[in-house]
């Protein structure tokens, strides 16, 4: 007897779902930042200039420039008497001695997190320390942090630049970091910098701000899980571009960065059950709510919030908008 041939069992259908990191997007010094320029048009009204791109996502950019708002790369290109926003990655010093030179009524939107750090530069600098910034070259924010003591700071850009490194005195070197690095590549830099300098001074505090830690963790809890993640957010935000090598190095199969759903490719999701969705910490949900109605277009509807840690902090605007604030609320009575 022959045997009849048997069907091949035909595969079952891939079980789509998306896993949302939570948290994800605004942070409270990017909130800071982009409510000043709207609240900065509101009471002195167009145009506002903005040195820099007041945060790095384009969205957020190509909006406040529909409002009113005017991005410059230099404060040389406001218009003296004019009203300018220092960005939130921070300015050096000779950015305020400018803008006072120019005439300029500037509103500081520094993060406070980048303050903090600034401040601590200004200190261990004032007792004469050897400074180690472990950030990025060219980054807003490193720009910003060696301006206060250009004389004392070295950049240490990754692990690999510890080795070539050469300070005044090995017993009082301190370090510091740009806010918004991985958590994990920091902490590789700085258990070498220790293995070359014994005596390395920390920051009184951790540099690499809650956002930025808070939501590498979220990711790192969901990649396992995941074959693709998408991170929403700009090109140029350092933050974003670190949750995709989180995601990379945290098992998940793939990580796209995008500027928002329009750049999201079919293709990517071939063989694909679970995709994680999260956004880099200058990013406005709006943007992954279409990230998320685009894959639930093709499937995949079942949307699971994962949070990992709640946040509440909120950061007062700058001083000086506040003053004017005020005074126009007492004068309409």
Known sequence: ??????????????????????????????????????????????????????????YVVQSLEAKGAVFVEETEEVPEGATVVFSAHGVAPTVHEEARARGLRAIDATCPLVTKVHLEARRFAADDYDILLIGHEGHEEVVGTTGEAPAHITLVDGPDAVDDLVVRDPSRVAWLSQTTLSVDETLETVRRLRTKLPLLMDPPSDDICYATQNRQVAVKEIAAQCELVVVVGSRNSSNSVRLVEVALESGARASHLVDGAGELDEAWLAGVSTVGVTSGASVPEVLVRDVVAWLAERGYADVEEVVSAEETLLFALPVELRKDLKAAQQAQG
């Open 1 to 58: 007897m022959t045997a009849a041939a048997t069907e091949p069992t035909a595969a079952p259908p891939l079980t789509k779902r998306v896993l949302l990191a939570a948290p994800r997007g605004y942070c409270a010094g990017v909130d800071r930042a982009v409510v000043t320029v709207e609240k900065a048009l509101e009471l002195y009204g167009a145009p506002v200039y903005v040195r820099k791109q007041i945060v790095h996502n384009t």
